[in-house]
């Protein structure tokens, strides 16, 4: 499992990406354009980066350059050319590979996968968002370096949250997700579970919304 910023301005690409990286296991952040790339690469621990090149506000090519400037993270973009100046002008910036449009899905996440393991980012199973640090594996979570104790449905609410970070959940179906569909109890449970979830995160508690008559996201 790794965190993967998936810039790509054009929405359809950007969600068949964003599902396929995740149904793979990976975590994903996404950002519509340049800037909104930069951004997520401050805020966030990143482990691999996708970048469209052709993106508004700021090209890929310069994101790249400047993301280089702060860390070493593998760089892959996507192009839709395939010229040969606009390939070494990537890697003069910086970038790690390529993948031209349109290209297949399983070699993409190949290629993802690849950087990862060349990095070293393949086997950290780890979710961040700000001080928050969940361990799936170890199932734990520590909230600004110190270690949080979570009852069970505490956690996998905290992990289903941060698996997709700004979706929104009805309290019906968190009640389905973490309980089971045979659950006898109410939606007052989720919100119980939420209010003790809240007080142990102390100030990160605010990444999880509350929706009127929606539900609940983690947002980020």
Not at 2 to 29: F, P, W
Not at 42 to 60: R, T
Not at 153 to 161: M, P, R
Not at 188 to 203: A, G, N, S, Y
């Amino acid at each position: 499992m790794a965190v993967i910023l998936i810039a790509e301005d054009e929405k359809e690409m950007q969600n068949i990406l964003v599902d396929y990286m995740k149904r793979s296991g990976h975590t994903c952040i996404r950002a519509d354009d340049g800037m909104d790339a930069l951004l997520a690469l401050k805020n966030n621990a990143v482990d691999l980066a996708i970048l469209d090149i052709m993106m508004p506000h700021l090209d890929g090519f310069s994101v790249c350059r400047l993301a280089r400037e702060a860390n070493n993270l593998p760089i892959l973009f996507l192009t839709a050319k395939s010229d040969e100046g606009d390939k070494l002008r990537g890697y003069e910036y910086g970038g790690d590979d390529y993948v031209t449009k349109p290209f297949s899905l399983k070699i993409l996440l190949a290629k993802v996968n690849a950087l990862l393991r060349r990095s070293g980012n393949i086997s950290q199973d780890v979710l961040r968002a700000d001080g928050i640090v969940l361990y799936p594996s170890e199932r734990k979570m520590t909230v600004n370096d110190v270690l949080v104790e979570l009852t069970h449905k505490e956690f996998e609410l905290l992990y289903l949250f941060m698996q997709n970070k700004n979706q929104v959940f009805s309290r019906e179906q968190l009640l389905n997700r973490i309980w089971g569909y045979d659950f006898e109890g109410n939606t007052r449970t989720v919100d119980t579970h939420i209010k003790t979830l809240r007080q142990k995160l102390k100030t990160e508690g605010r990444h999880i919304v509350t929706l009127i008559r929606s539900g609940y996201k983690f947002e980020v």
